[in-house]
Structure formats: structure tokens, C-alpha cells
């Protein structure tokens, strides 16, 4: 049973940091590219970051470059997703999401293999 569970998130002020992690199991977690979305209340699910199985390439959205920092340990089978300078437009609810050898660049495009079941982001203002 494949299981991806997100943890680290919360209450933060503007202007703060929080740091992501998605602990995975049940996958050989080596051969997947695993991302970031988010989903804000009335809002679309919007992609963040995606680092390919070996970790030597990431791709982020436009947006959200500069701000966040997507990292991952195959040691560990988990993903990070470091965010700084948080606004509140950041709050949502974030999820990570695998997919078995995908392009990063194609994460935010297809529909990934397997989701977690998200952390809450709040950011005050």
C-alpha cells in the first residue's frame, strides 16, 4: 500500500518560514518524480515544485521560484518543500504527489500517480 504523508505545516507570520516534508512508503520512491501542489479554499489546485527520482533536476512554477526550494533524500524516502518570505496568499492546503519517471516539467500537467493527503499552510498577515 502506497502511502505519502505530508507533515510540517501550520500557523506561521508573514514573512516567515516553514519547511514541508512528505514521508513515503510502499513505492520504490527512487524511481518516481515527486512535486508539491497546493489548493486554496474556492481556488484550482496549483502545482509548486517537482524534483525528478535522481534529484539532480527541479522545476518550479514562475510564481513561487526564489520563495520555495523543493529537495529530496532517496535515503529517507521523503520530499521537502522549504518555503521562505511566506505571504498569506500562501495559505492552502499542500499536498504532495508522485509519478513514476515523469519530466518535472511535466508534473503540473498530468494527473500523478499517488497523493498525500495534505498539511495546512496558514499564513497571517
Known amino acids: 500500500q502506497v502511502q505519502l504523508v505530508e507533515s510540517g505545516g501550520g500557523l506561521v507570520q508573514a514573512g516567515g518560514s516553514l519547511r514541508l516534508s512528505c514521508a513515503t512508503s510502499?513505492?520504490?520512491?527512487?524511481?518516481?518524480?515527486m512535486g508539491w501542489f497546493r489548493q486554496a479554499p474556492g481556488k484550482e489546485r496549483e502545482f509548486i515544485a517537482a524534483v525528478v527520482w535522481g534529484g539532480g533536476t527541479t522545476y518550479y512554477a514562475d510564481s513561487l521560484k526564489g520563495r520555495f526550494t523543493i529537495s529530496r533524500d532517496n535515503t529517507k524516502n521523503a520530499v521537502y518543500l522549504q518555503m521562505n518570505s511566506l505571504k498569506p496568499e500562501d495559505t492552502a492546503m499542500y499536498y504532495c504527489?508522485?509519478?513514476?519517471?515523469?519530466?518535472?516539467?511535466?508534473?503540473?500537467?498530468?494527473?500523478?500517480?499517488?497523493w498525500g493527503q495534505g498539511t495546512q499552510v496558514t499564513v497571517s498577515s
Open positions: 510502499g513505492l520504490t520512491f527512487s524511481r518516481y518524480t
Open positions: 504527489a508522485g509519478a513514476r519517471y515523469r519530466a518535472a516539467q511535466r508534473m503540473g500537467i498530468g494527473e500523478p500517480d499517488y
